[in-house]
């Protein structure tokens, strides 16, 4: 139980496209989703928090305007990445949380930008 | 910043028990100490999470000093495919707000053949 899925699992776009990403629980609700990004050899950094149904909140130095969050359901949430530039070029993770206290991950997406 | 202190990366032999310390001297009251791996490329694995008692699953153990000041995550039987990074992390669970983890730079645990 407990698997959370993304996708695509990795993606190239050139620089000033927009790239949505994916990511849902497969066998449970999520009333919380969150999404990280790790760039090489750093650890996880918090991007932003999103319940269903309401807007989502951002970590300090994220900009909302350019990383749109929509968990429009108990099972789904989604992450565009708008105007993607090379710097943007990162490995985005998902968790998901449910009605205990664990936090499951996502598998990632690598994003390149050329 | 990360409220944990691990040791940057640790050997073990193949076949013995793997014990990763983790401090947390400033844990609160309501914060669950998670333990989390992450292979190579890969997002992170759920391991095992205690609040106050030891606990034990089918991955690992955890034990959690009385104190609640450090832990130690014990993995019994070290396999090559454990080579990882693992993480401790302290965190409110549903009852305390729906923060995310925070990472820090976690131990690098090579299993030796």
């Known amino acids: 139980g407990a698997v959370v899925s993304q996708h695509p699992s990795w993606v190239i776009c050139k620089s000033g496209t927009s790239v949505k990403i994916e990511c849902r629980s497969l066998?449970?609700?999520?009333?919380?989703m969150f999404w990280y990004r790790q760039f090489p050899k750093q650890s996880l950094m918090l991007m932003a928090t999103s319940n269903e149904g309401s807007k989502a909140t951002y970590e300090q130095g994220v900009e909302k305007d350019k990383f749109l969050i929509n968990h429009a359901s108990l099972t789904l949430s989604t992450l565009t990445v708008t105007s993607a530039h090379p710097e943007d070029s990162s490995f985005y993770i998902c968790?998901?949380?449910?009605?205990?206290?664990?936090?499951?991950f996502g598998p990632g997406t690598r994003l390149l930008v050329l | 910043d990360a409220k944990t202190t691990q040791p940057p990366s640790m050997d073990c032999a193949e076949g013995r028990a793997a014990n990763l310390p983790c401090n947390h001297s400033?844990?609160?009251?309501?914060?669950?100490v998670y333990w989390y791996r992450q292979i190579h490329s890969q997002g992170p694995q759920y391991i095992i999470h205690g609040l106050k008692n030891n606990e034990t699953n089918e991955m690992a153990s955890l034990i959690i000093t009385e104190d609640r000041k450090s832990s130690t995550l014990i993995l019994p039987h070290a396999t090559l495919r454990d080579t990882a990074v693992y993480y401790c992390i302290v965190g409110e669970g549903t009852g305390g707000g729906a923060d995310g983890l925070t990472f820090g730079k976690g131990t690098h645990l090579i299993i030796q053949p």
């Open positions: 968790s998901a949380r449910g009605d205990t206290e664990t936090q499951y």
């Open positions: 400033t844990i609160s009251g309501n914060e669950y």
């Open positions: 066998d449970f609700q999520a009333t919380t």
